[in-house]
């Protein structure tokens, strides 16, 4: 079952080609429409993704700042691909990005420039990001 925005079918069965070639498969301007409310547009759509969330010490405001720096200068469109949330679960159409984000460090008093990988969808709804991913680079 697909619970994205986007209409392709997803892959039958786990070990299928997950790319989707083209791309990104969201607007920027869909995407940021969904921005601004303080994350509460925002899941975390899979367990990974919230404890990557969690061990980060990022809330989904964060979040909601580097989906939004996504569409910077300073960040790249790294591809599409279909993710599954749960071995038995559903299916969403996600855009993924590297984003170099500004973050406040209370160990060294000044903000450091931090690198994101971030993977999203827009729900079949179209209210919501559904985050897939949200970690550093050393957790690829």
Known sequence: MNVSKYTGVPPQSDTADRKIAGGPIYSSTDVQNLLG????NIIAWTNKCSDDIQKNSLDLEDVEK???ACFSSRSYFK???WCKQAPT???AACDA???FFNQWNEYAYKELEYEYYIKYAIAKSGKVLLTVSC???EER
């Open 135 to 137: 970690h550093g680079p």
């Open 66 to 68: 580097i989906i939004s």
């Open 89 to 91: 679960g559903p299916w």
């Open 97 to 99: 990005y590297v984003v």
């Open 37 to 40: 409310n303080n994350g509460s």
């Open 79 to 81: 591809g599409s691909e």
